[in-house]
């Protein structure tokens, strides 16, 4: 709690008719560092990922962005500080890369002045950083699933803002793509010192790429810490109801979940 | 391609630019066509004489009386068209999600026929009252949770047959000469329009086009999805209104004009986005095709030989293979 944020919620409580799904929740993003938001289906991850971006109506409480309650702040300025890529999205068929990219600009233009300097430097330095710049002009639903990633978060890029909130941006790719695009994210937090907050399936992969973790339990923030401080073995019996042992990664260090 | 201006910069795409262009010069030929066209035999240097006003007055009222305007009407009605469909179909990502298919123009037309029965004229006004009423409650029915297309779809092809319905039993309560020319009307049709048609529908277009044109750069982002909209820093709800809004004007504009048109609005979008490509709205193209449709349709009528065919007749036949093609696409793909 020492260390310094501009996002964080206070006392918030998000319900889909009956069913609370987070429940007087406090939360901190610190700055400058990878938070990976952990839980078990249905906790409410997703949600509180929304919530900090301002995309869900809250019941009680509220997102605090930069000492203002979120929801109090123009969109578009809230935009030009905070990114979110939703989970699965969809883009319209025959959109190129470039063109994908170049959308993440929205906050900074208008109907009016649809293209500055600083755009075309922004695109290009999203599409350099993501590795995509030599498929700039293909459409994406050409490309793999992993690549169609990397699209998506060139475009959250470009929009140029200091906090990125991903959605799962690894559902559905395989392995090698996960390892892929979470060092991807991992490079661009530690390259630009950008705030990356991120919903993750995966304990094990949370564990080897986060700073700080969150885990949710029933819509509240049962742990948060290092990984080495919240994976652990009662934290996951606890969270997930998972008997396990957890042990030291022998190539990296991070602990290591190893269900029994 | 990037255009420069003091303080305004716009961007386009080649492909946009090379194709608008050619559809462009698509639709001169075909009005130049169109008006040597017709049951009167006339040489393309009597039409260019009834231009100088050196024709004799037959000629003159046939061409300048007659034909222009019925073309120039095609013109800005399909336009309209064209350009309010494009626009609910890029807003709710569906191609299925035209105003008449799901029963804007329809209520459109309801709202005319009432204010033509009841006041004997307001039509432009009786258009947009039935139009907004129809969009709001078919928007309000469908609502769950938010805006799913396929639920507005439904409902609103539902509330399409509802108001047919209605305006069927409104025609019983007219003498049956004026239900033969709404009959005609309803259907959509070009006959016998005048200069004042033009300048209603050129009036409008003055206003409607720049604020559609103005839609499409939040409408090629709200193309996305809502969280992507909302995430870039646009106002979501507003913009919904206000393209609503302007669709339904430019509806209620061509349905004053030239009746419902059918399948119009529905075919212009699909055709310009497939020859412009790029994922854009391509708006500027579908109000272009849908003015080349329109155009053609009714040609097409013109020429039928014995009857006045009412153009929207050919639309319907242009439309509905299309409008089958498409919900065999969407359904394979899941999409629907």
Redesign the interface.
């Known amino acids: 709690m020492s260390q310094p944020s501009r996002l964080m919620a206070k006392d918030l409580s998000v319900s889909f008719g009956k069913s609370s799904v987070l429940n007087e929740l406090f939360v901190t993003i610190p700055d400058g560092s990878l938070t990976v938001i952990v839980g078990p289906n249905a906790c409410g991850k997703s949600t509180l990922l929304r919530s900090l971006a301002r995309l869900q109506s809250v019941q009680k409480g509220q997102v605090v962005l930069d000492g203002k309650a979120i929801h109090r702040q123009s969109s578009r300025s809230v935009a030009r500080r905070l990114a979110i890529l939703p989970q699965m999205p969809t883009a319209p068929e025959g959109l190129s890369v470039h063109d994908l990219v170049v959308r993440g600009r929205t906050p900074h233009q208008s109907a009016l002045r649809q293209w500055s300097k600083a755009d075309a430097a922004a695109v290009a330095n999203a599409l350099d950083k993501t590795g995509m710049a030599d498929n700039a002009h293909r459409p994406l639903e050409s490309l793999s699933g992993g690549q169609r990633q990397r699209a998506w978060i060139a475009m959250a890029l470009a929009q140029d803002t200091d906090i990125l909130l991903l959605d799962e941006p690894t559902t559905y790719l395989d392995l090698p793509h996960q390892i892929d695009l979470l060092t991807l994210v991992q490079k661009l937090n530690r390259e630009t010192g950008r705030t990356v907050a991120m919903v993750l399936h995966d304990i094990n992969l949370a564990a080897r790429f986060a700073d700080h973790i969150v885990a949710l339990k029933d819509g509240k923030v049962h742990r948060e810490g290092s990984p080495a401080e919240v994976i652990t073995e009662q934290t996951m019996d606890q969270v997930f109801a998972l008997p396990c042992t957890v042990i030291a990664d022998p190539v990296h260090g991070t602990p290591h979940v190893i269900p029994a | 391609m990037?255009l420069?201006l003091p303080?305004?910069?716009?961007?386009f795409?080649r492909r946009a630019i090379v194709a608008g262009s050619a559809l462009a010069i698509l639709l001169a030929i075909t009005l130049t066509v169109s008006v040597k066209l017709g049951a009167f035999p006339l040489s393309w240097s009597q039409i260019i004489a009834t231009f100088a006003r050196r024709a004799d007055d037959v000629q003159q009222m046939i061409v300048l009386d007659h034909r222009l305007p019925r073309i120039l009407t095609a013109i800005g009605a399909g336009a309209a068209f064209g350009l309010a469909g494009a626009m609910f179909q890029?807003m709710l990502?569906n191609p299925l999600a035209t105003p008449d298919v799901i029963g804007f123009s329809a209520g459109a037309s309801c709202g005319a026929l009432l204010a033509m029965i009841l006041t004997g004229g307001f039509i432009l006004p009786g258009a947009l009252a039935g139009g907004l009423v129809t969009a709001a409650a078919v928007t309000a029915l469908a609502w769950h949770n938010g805006l799913q297309p396929y639920r507005l779809i439904l409902i609103g092809i539902g509330a399409s047959l509802t108001l047919s319905a209605g305006a069927d039993l409104l025609m019983t309560k007219i003498d049956a000469l004026t239900a033969a020319e709404m009959a005609k009307w309803l259907i959509g049709t070009l006959n016998t329009r005048d200069w004042s048609d033009v300048r209603l529908v050129w009036l409008g277009l003055t206003f409607l086009f720049p604020l559609a044109l103005?839609?499409?750069?939040?409408l090629?982002?709200m193309?996305?999805?809502d969280?992507?909209t909302?995430?870039?820093?646009?106002?979501l709800s507003p913009l919904r209104l206000l393209v609503t809004a302007c669709a339904v004007a430019l509806v209620a504009l061509g349905v004053s004009v030239a009746g419902p048109l059918p399948f119009v609005a529905f075919v212009s979008g699909p055709i310009a986005?497939r020859i412009v490509?790029?994922?854009?709205p391509a708006m500027l193209p579908a109000a272009t095709v849908g003015a080349l449709v329109t155009l053609l349709a009714d040609m097409a009528a013109r020429s039928f030989p014995i009857v006045q065919l009412p153009a929207g007749v050919c639309t319907a036949m242009i439309g509905a293979p299309v409008l089958m093609w498409l919900l065999l696409v969407q359904f394979r793909k899941g999409t629907l």
């Open positions: 990037i420069r303080y305004l910069s716009f961007l795409s890029t990502r103005w839609l499409q750069f939040p090629s982002r193309a996305m999805s969280d992507i909302t995430g870039l820093g646009l106002p986005r490509r790029g994922g854009s």
